[in-house]
């Protein structure tokens, strides 16, 4: 599966912005599917996942209550939804795809190329 995230840019502090994270292939709805971040300098990090069908949604708490992550299966698109950005939450944005709902990298097989979001204070 080839995955392909968009939306990123540069906002200011308080603005919300959506990630999309389209995927190739007819095998979208049978993987689990996260978001992770990487700042310049860390560790990437992991910010939210979604089951297959859409009904388990798990969040790192540095997001939570902020960020919401959703799935269209009809469109092979993931979606995180960022509220209130903050700027600690500069960084490069990464869909990825995998076969069980993980907080870990390595839980997941599929990476995008990543999307830039810069939030200015």
């Known amino acids: 599966v080839q995955l392909q995230a968009s939306g990123g840019g540069s906002v200011q502090a308080g603005d919300s912005l959506r990630l999309s994270c389209a995927s190739s292939?007819?095998?979208?709805?049978?993987?689990?599917m996260g978001w992770f971040r990487q700042a310049p300098g860390k560790e990437r990090e992991f910010l939210a996942v979604?089951?297959?069908?859409?009904?388990?949604?798990q969040y790192a708490d540095s997001v939570k209550g902020r960020f919401t992550i959703s799935r269209d299966s009809a469109k092979d698109t993931v979606y995180l939804q960022m509220n209130r950005l903050k700027p600690e939450d500069t960084a490069v944005y990464l869909c990825?795809?995998?076969?069980?709902?993980?907080?870990?990298?390595?839980?997941?097989?599929?990476w995008g190329q990543g999307t830039l979001v810069t939030v200015s204070s």
């Open positions: 979604i089951s297959r069908d859409g009904w388990i949604t």
């Open positions: 292939g007819r095998t979208f709805s049978s993987y689990v």
């Open positions: 990825a795809a995998g076969p069980r709902v993980s907080t870990r990298t390595n839980g997941y097989d599929y």
